[in-house]
């Protein structure tokens, strides 16, 4: 029983690679995503999605692509990594098996932590986002990141709000899995070298009442909170049970974008109160531009998650990179081509590549950015700051 | 509640324990085949899971259900990768032996706590190990790389050769799930009769002589060593030992292999991982709709299969041959009537 | 001191919920004989169903909370009746039907509502405050409205007809049967109880805390967790052990931090079983 198992999985995957060969058929560029589309992070892996189909139909309405003068078709095959280094490296060599080269995604530390062995075997060029310490590196050439993490961008957010708030204490809380510990342990590095003391606290992934934690946080009388990379959803209670505890201090969080989802857990801006935190992309007429066009384009809203718009202009550095390069197959020619481009983009703006300092590889895209504010309640425009140096 | 057990292959039941190593031997052939990192990525999945759902098997046989796999898996995996980093260890048969045997030694203090534990209680703590396993992952740091687990162990030599690439690594993978199943096949055949006395009535048992705490500790040790094997063979693939591939609800996925598949041969746990591991991949195709696809799956075999895949099989081929219809053995459906409810 | 009081007063709100939240489960194990995995699973559903009723619909918060609880036992008594009902004797079978069930449903709130958190408020805010310490007013009123539904499955339980009944069964289900009961009148009947309340506590607390697609899961583990420490089946038992977690929990977590604290919770279950195997208030466990 199983032999015929393997032989019907051996011709379904030679049935496969026929179809993706691109002799075969016309210049077809595909684009794999790896993303986590189910469970609690799947809004990050629905935002890639979004953005990496809607290049591709920008990509073929412009037919910006074009291999030897022939206009190249981009499509976009896309794969749940489920948050796992199995599930990434499951879907990496799925792709590999289909003569998919480009890899947009993973988002999460342990995806990426999954796929890059299977990426360096087979050649593939990934443009990851991960938060992790070691997300880049000399040793994986062909793996880029498509924002800077907490090291590129905590330094200049803790500037503003030490200004406005004043404070000389904070205590960072996250869950405690690589998702939290990679991110609390770096911005807390940023604080100490603004002269603020600081704290990490972790709590277990998946507490729902955070009552007892607030507590403890509450003992410990910091200045100021920062929810680093703790979810959105996890994020608003937090506030919310702070508020409730009697918390009058500033409350960052230094960890992804999720405002909107955050304000509306904890009860708005009222309860925020004093609050700052990281916005991935400073989001003016220009850059809400690219959700007009994805309406028209693709027949529905953009993905709600502001991670949409980073991975909208990552995604298009690579399709420039693949044109300039004028190959749909060799990646180290694309990579360094992408290396070359200048980092701009037509909505979001101007950047520079960095990651030297903080990866040993100059191999992060950064581009301007956002920081967030409400004070006492109110909402403010959010401030555009120029791309992150990363020094 | 008590159903008769049905057991499929009654005359032949060295068969299945003979085609189970048989499939998987076969295994080491793939490399000679296909150069296609699908099939190898599919192969080590299914392998792996197959080598873990074994585990699940064993213990099955004493009538427990356990969801300690990921806390075992991890003890082999993270032995095996701080062997290597640590020590310098990449002897494939030295990482294998610890592999096996450090899960099992774990499992002998453990057992000798939780198998007192009878039913769902066993069934519940099972639960809470993998929880707690988590955790000590994540308060370790400095053994286990805490949160952000362990990277860049050498890979494993064999005779001075380097098992790195996709077919060495397709090949340990193959090895280990080899031993695994030699080790189930052996555990189950010679234990027998004494894990079958204990399935049906632990405290008869124990009245008729039987010392039943050995048999069950025994299985327990086993079984770990096994998932032990299952675990090294996943850090070997990611080249990392990282807490979420013990995760506890991954558990569920061996004890889904087991019983999909047919928990009264040892096919089943075989062709419950091919099936559920293939479908999964195809499945993670449909982006947020996989799990539920998944759960579909599942629940359509297990209403239209009671004994599994291989237990539906098995009673179809007996169907087939009018000669045997005597002796077939009870339908599942059959098992209890309306008037068992009334 | 006020800490500790205040700690205290943490634990025993945790405790309500959880104690609402494990009655389900307990009852269906002692009922039916079945794991029910999809139990987390009905206590999203309850908080989406609310939200929907509310949002969708414009309904009042209290009647939302209703209609939660009716829509969760109706779709817990279907799922009995058509689907558990042939194999309820089986638990292996169950347990996998259940799981199959969870995962359906959380892909299908996901798809249905997305995977961020909806606007789903508590219609009351507001903190009472005096010599150190705080109360949330609607944590109040879920504390209150939770001891007032554990009260209910009490009198259900132990002074209804229906009560007796259920308990004859969980008892001795032959015995019952030759009595007269009629099981499969009465199964759907207990399984759409436990649902109901596990979609009741998902109505009354998400709103406080947060409403999410994902959090089946946590439901899930703490239920198990109760259940193991109070004694399969044993509604007296998962109520005390429901009171306790939340107070270890509690205390665990403000003196040893979030994940120590976790660490310590998981532990002590462990050491309680081993000193006690059939749980703090079980019998002798019904076999696997």
């Known amino acids: 029983m199983s032999r015929v198992r393997l032989s019907m999985i051996l011709s379904v995957v030679a049935g496969t690679a026929v179809a993706a060969n691109p002799a075969l058929a016309d210049c077809q560029l595909k684009l794999g995503v790896v993303g986590v589309l189910s469970g609690p992070a799947a809004q990050w892996g629905i935002a890639l999605r979004g953005a990496a189909e809607y290049v591709a139909a920008e990509a073929n309405k412009g037919e910006s692509i074009k291999i030897d003068g022939q ?5 976009v095959v896309s794969i749940d990594s489920k948050y796992t280094a199995e599930g990434a490296a499951a879907a990496a060599n799925n792709m590999a098996a289909q003569g998919i080269k480009f890899i947009l995604g993973p988002i999460g530390s342990p995806e990426l932590t999954g796929i890059k062995p299977i990426a360096v075997r087979n050649f593939m060029l990934v443009m990851s986002d991960s938060y992790a310490k070691d997300a880049i590196g000399q040793q994986w050439p062909l793996v880029f990141h498509q924002g800077p993490g907490p090291s590129g961008w905590a330094g200049p957010i803790i500037k503003f709000a030490k200004e406005k708030f004043g404070m000389k204490s904070v205590l960072l809380v996250a869950p405690n899995d690589q998702g939290g510990t990679d991110i609390a342990s770096v911005d807390r590095v940023a604080y100490e070298k603004n002269n603020i003391s600081a704290t990490e606290e972790y709590y277990q992934r998946g507490t729902t009442n955070f009552a007892p934690i607030i507590t403890r946080i509450m003992n410990a009388k910091p200045d100021a909170v920062d929810l680093a990379s703790s979810p959105p959803g996890d994020a608003g209670i937090m506030v919310k049970q702070l508020r409730q505890a009697g918390f009058e201090g500033p409350i960052g969080r230094l960890g992804g974008p999720g405002y909107e989802e955050i304000a509306r857990v904890a009860g708005g801006n009222e309860v925020l109160k004093d609050f700052y935190w990281y916005e991935p992309v400073f989001i003016d007429e220009n850059v809400q531009g690219i959700a007009e066009d994805y309406k028209t384009l693709m027949h529905a809203d953009r993905p709600e998650n502001n991670l949409f718009f980073q991975w909208v202009s990552a995604t298009r550095m690579v399709v420039k990179a693949i044109a300039k390069a004028g190959t749909v197959d060799d990646t180290k020619k694309v990579a360094e081509a992408l290396r070359s481009l200048p980092v701009e983009d037509p909505n979001i703006g101007q950047g520079r590549w960095i990651g030297q300092e903080f990866f040993g590889i100059n191999q992060e895209l950064s581009f301007p950015f956002g920081v967030g504010f409400v004070v006492k309640g109110q909402l403010q425009p959010t401030l555009r700051v120029e791309a992150a140096t990363g020094k | 509640m008590a159903r008769p057990r049905l057991d499929v292959l009654p005359s032949k039941s060295n068969a299945g324990e003979t085609v189970g190593i048989l499939v998987i031997a076969a295994a080491f052939i793939i490399p000679a085949l296909t150069r296609s990192p699908m099939v190898y990525s599919v192969a080590n999945q299914i ?21 300690a796999v990921p806390t075992f898996m991890a003890v082999g995996g993270y032995t095996a990768a701080i062997a290597g980093r640590s020590f310098g260890i990449t002897d494939l048969i030295v990482l294998t032996l610890l592999a096996f045997a450090v899960p099992a030694l774990f499992a002998l203090p453990l057992g000798a706590l939780v198998l007192r534990l009878r039913g769902v209680y066993f069934v519940l703590v099972t639960f809470v190990l993998t929880q707690i396993t988590q955790l000590v992952l994540f308060e370790t740091p400095s053994l286990t790389g805490g949160s952000n687990g362990l990277v860049g162990m050498p890979a494993p030599t064999l005779f001075g050769i380097t098992l790195a690439d996709n077919q060495a690594v397709l090949s340990v993978t193959t090895a280990l799930a080899l031993m695994g199943v030699i080790v189930t096949a052996t555990v189950t055949r010679i234990f027998r009769q004494h894990f079958a006395a204990i399935e049906e009535n632990e405290v008869l048992a124990q009245s008729l002589g039987l010392v039943v705490w050995h048999y069950k500790a025994l299985g327990f040790v086993i079984a770990a060593g096994v998932s032990g094997l299952a675990g090294f063979a996943l850090v070997n693939m990611l080249l990392t030992a990282h807490p979420s591939s013990f995760a506890p609800l991954s558990s569920v996925n061996y004890i889904a292999y087991t019983i999909i598949g047919g928990k009264s041969s040892i096919l089943g746990p ?7 591991v293939w479908a999964s991949d195809l499945l993670a195709l449909q982006g947020e709709y996989s799990q539920g696809l998944f759960g579909f799956l ?3 075999v297990v209403l239209l299969a009671k004994d599994g895949i291989v237990g539906a099989g098995a009673y179809w081929l007996h169907r087939l041959r009018p000669n045997r219809a005597p002796a077939m053995p009870v339908p599942a459906s059959a098992s209890f009537g309306p008037g068992d409810r009334t | 001191m006020d800490g500790f009081i205040a700690t205290g007063l943490i634990g025993i709100s945790l405790g309500a ?11 269906i194990f002692g009922i039916l004989g079945v794991i029910n995995f999809a139990h987390g699973g009905f206590y999203v559903l309850g908080g989406y169903l609310a939200y929907a009723a509310g949002h969708y619909l414009g309904i009042s918060y209290p009647l ?3 209609a939660a609880t009716f829509g969760t036992a109706a779709l817990g008594y279907l799922f009995e009746l058509l689907v558990l009902e042939r194999v309820v004797d089986d638990q292996l079978t169950t347990l996998m039907l259940t799981l199959g069930l969870y995962l359906m449903m959380s892909t299908g709130i996901l798809v249905v509502f997305g995977p961020q958190a909806p606007d789903f408020k508590f219609p009351v805010s507001g903190v009472l405050r005096g010599g150190g310490l705080y109360m949330p007013i609607e944590n ?3 504390l209150g409205v939770c001891l007032a539904a554990i009260v209910f499955v009490y009198l259900l339980v132990y002074r209804s007809g229906l009560g007796r009944a259920l308990r004859a069964l969980a008892e001795d289900r032959q015995v019952a049967a030759a009595q007269g009961l009629r099981p499969k009148l009465l199964f759907p009947l207990a399984f759409a109880l436990a649902t109901g309340l596990a979609g009741l506590t998902g109505a009354l607390v998400t709103p406080v805390l947060s409403l999410a697609p994902y959090l089946g899961d946590p439901a899930l583990a703490t239920s198990f967790l109760i259940v193991i420490l109070g004694g399969l089946g044993s509604v007296g038992g998962a109520t005390a052990a429901a009171f306790i977690v939340g107070m270890v929990e509690a205390y665990s977590a403000v003196y040893l931090g979030g994940s120590k604290g976790a660490l310590a919770l998981f532990v002590l279950v462990l050491i309680m079983l081993v000193v006690r195997p059939s749980g703090l208030f079980g019998r002798e466990s019904r076999g696997a």
Do not use: K
């Open chain 1, 71 to 75: 206009p190249c078709r981009v499509t």
């Open chain 2, 47 to 67: 392998l792996i899971a197959v080598t873990a759902a074994f585990s699940v098997y064993i213990m099955m046989r004493m009538n427990l259900l356990t969801f």
């Open chain 3, 17 to 27: 919920q959880y104690a609402l939240l494990a009655l389900g489960f307990t009852l």
């Open chain 3, 140 to 142: 109040l009123i879920v």
């Open chain 2, 298 to 300: 599942i629940m359509v």
């Open chain 2, 270 to 276: 075989l062709v419950g991982g091919c099936v559920l």
């Open chain 3, 64 to 66: 939302a909370v209703l």
